[in-house]
Structure formats: C-alpha cells, structure tokens
C-alpha cells in the first residue's frame, strides 16, 4: 500500500469518525398508493384507520390501517370545489376555474376541520389571489364532508401574505392559524373560539426569506420545551421542466421558540425572519426535493415528519410525487430524522 492510499485511507476514517459521511435516512417503507401525494396531511383516527390527505381531485383522501400502508384511495373531500368565491385587488370576483390545495386535518371539540387553500388553477402565473376555507366531518368517510367556506384570509395582489397552507396550532386552549407562502413571509393569526374564523388584525410574522422568498408550507409542533416551526424552503414544483441549483432544491428546515413566545430561531441562532432555518431533511441519493411536510406524534411510532418527494428512479413530474415518512428524534432538542 502506497502513502497516497494510506493517507486516502486516513482521511476516509477520520470522516467517518467526525460524521462527516453522515447518509440522510431514507424514506420509510410504504405500499399500496403512494404516489401523487403532494401537500399530504396525516391523522389517526380513534379506530386505528389513518387517513391520508392530498392536493389534487378536490382533495384525494386514501386510508390504511398504518403508515406503511397498504394505503388504497377512497374519494375527494370536496369533488365539486369549493363555495368559496375569490376577489381581485379590485375586489371583482374570480369567474375562472378554481382548485383546492394543501389540506391540514385535525379533530376539535369531536369534529374534525379540514383547512384548504382556495387557488384559481393559473395561480403559479405570479398572481396571489386566494384564500383559505375550511370543511367539517363527524368520522372523515367520503360524503360526510360539509364546506363551510372561507375562514377570514384571504389575499389579492395587493396583499403582503399569499393565503395557502393552512395549518391549524392549539396552545394553552387558544387556536392559531399559520399559513403563508413567498411574498413576505409565513404568519401566524389568532383564531376566535369556533375553529373556523380568524380575528381580524392579529397576524404576527413567523418567518420570511430575504433572498428569494422561496419559504412555504408551514407546521407548527409543539414537542418538550419548545415549539417547532417547519418550513419547506426552495422551487416545490416542476422538476421535470426545470432543472434546479442546489440552494433551489425543495427542502425541509426548522427554527423554535419557547412556547407563548414568536421568536423562532434556527440552530445557529439566526431569526426565523432574517432567513434563518436548520435542514432537516433534504436532497440526497434518488430522494429529490422533499417537502409539503407535516408533523404529528403517533402513538406506534412516536414524533413522525411526512412529506412528499420525488424519487428519481421513478420520474420527476408534479404527479409522481412520492409520500414520505421518517421518525423524528428530539433527544437534542432539535428534529433529527431517523430511519423508520
């Protein structure tokens, strides 16, 4: 063995043992339907059967006895749209076609909520009009589903917040919605009693990317000391037309603060709002552009990060997003994504 081996050789050893060749978890194991899942939202309910949530065909609802699956499709939430009407900066109404995006599921007071973001379908043209409503259900079963239309956000393209993905956060009894995407950042607004309506005039920013204002799909987490705010940071869509640079690329980040209070911060201690934010999980191998996430404590599986991502090996287009899954380990007091 010569010194130029020996010395590769150290070099290979010493970087093991530092963790600099640290490999990115993959995937957990799913079967049954497991493609186009973009902006999954994921809840259990008290039977056991979890239900998986989708953008796309008024919101595809699938379910499956664990998270590995077999996971089969069921229907649409909303298969004729929503009530909702949307405005211009002129407050005219939208007469154009309509879709409904990144669903955000939970279960209040023995009902379970549906948040939507109300989108015109050419909405990636630039244009932020759209607004975020909400549908409720007794069990979540296909057809029990009743849209109640909008909350109260609503934006045009006036406005300083795009109103798309919803996420409903419960704190010592009081409800928040957080939502927001590119434009001036993710905010968070102060719900009234009824999970179904905004106060107006309580938006506080949470987090806003200075560069490029590519920072969406919020969710919020509350786990030990801290609150977790998750982000997907990057180009979400349209790999298969576009490639992307590496500071482009879809990825999951994460700042916190300390509950009750809206300072979030990454893990260098740079402000959420001053472009801060840890990866979490990201870019590597056939795993490309993870994000759309979302985070829930599950009672088999302990804290678990789901998201949508595209696997190279299978294509890259919008409709071959995968579903994703990982645990999550808090033991450091901040997310690290394990193997499931």
């Known amino acids: ?101 990144a669903p955000d599921v939970h279960f209040v007071d023995n009902t379970y909520y549906l948040y939507y973001s109300a989108v015109r379908n050419t909405s990636f043209d630039g244009h932020n009009m759209a607004a975020i409503g909400v549908a409720t259900s007794p069990t979540m079963e296909i057809g029990t589903w009743k849209d109640l239309s909008g909350i109260g956000i609503q934006s045009n393209d006036n406005s300083k917040y795009n109103a798309i993905d919803p996420n409903l956060f419960e704190e010592n009894g009081n409800l928040y919605m957080i939502f927001g995407s590119y434009e001036t950042g993710l905010f968070q607004a102060s719900m009234k009693n009824s999970p179904t309506a905004v106060i107006p005039d309580t938006y506080i920013k949470l987090a806003y990317q200075p560069k490029n204002h590519a920072i969406e799909g919020a969710t919020m987490f509350k786990y030990g000391r801290f609150n977790y705010l998750f982000f997907s940071q990057g180009d979400c869509c349209g790999f298969d037309t576009k490639e992307r640079s590496k500071i482009d690329e879809y990825k999951i980040k994460v700042c916190r603060s300390k509950p009750g209070v809206v300072d979030f911060r990454d893990k260098n201690n740079r402000r959420c709002t001053d472009g801060g934010g840890t990866v979490v999980f990201k870019s590597e191998g056939d795993v490309y552009g993870p994000g759309g996430q979302g985070v829930y404590d599950d009672e088999k599986y302990g804290p678990v990060l789901y998201y949508h991502y595209v696997n190279k090996t299978i294509g890259y287009a919008d409709g071959q997003k995968q579903f994703g899954w990982n645990k999550l380990d808090f033991s450091s007091g901040w997310p690290v994504v394990k193997s499931s």
Not at 23 to 44: E, F, L, W
Not at 63 to 81: F, I, M, N, Q, R
């Open 1 to 101: 063995m010569n010194c130029f081996r020996i010395a590769a050789l150290v070099i290979t050893l010493l970087k093991t043992a530092t963790g600099a060749t640290h490999v990115q978890p993959r995937p957990g194991a799913c079967s049954g339907v497991c493609v186009n899942t973009h902006d999954p939202s994921i809840i259990r309910r008290d039977d056991g059967t979890y239900f998986r949530f989708s953008t796309g065909g008024g919101i595809a609802v699938h379910t499956a006895d664990d998270l590995v699956g077999p996971w089969e499709y069921k229907g649409s939430v909303l298969p004729k749209g929503t009530k909702l009407k949307l405005t211009d900066h002129e407050m005219k109404p939208w007469k154009g076609a309509m879709d409904v995006w």
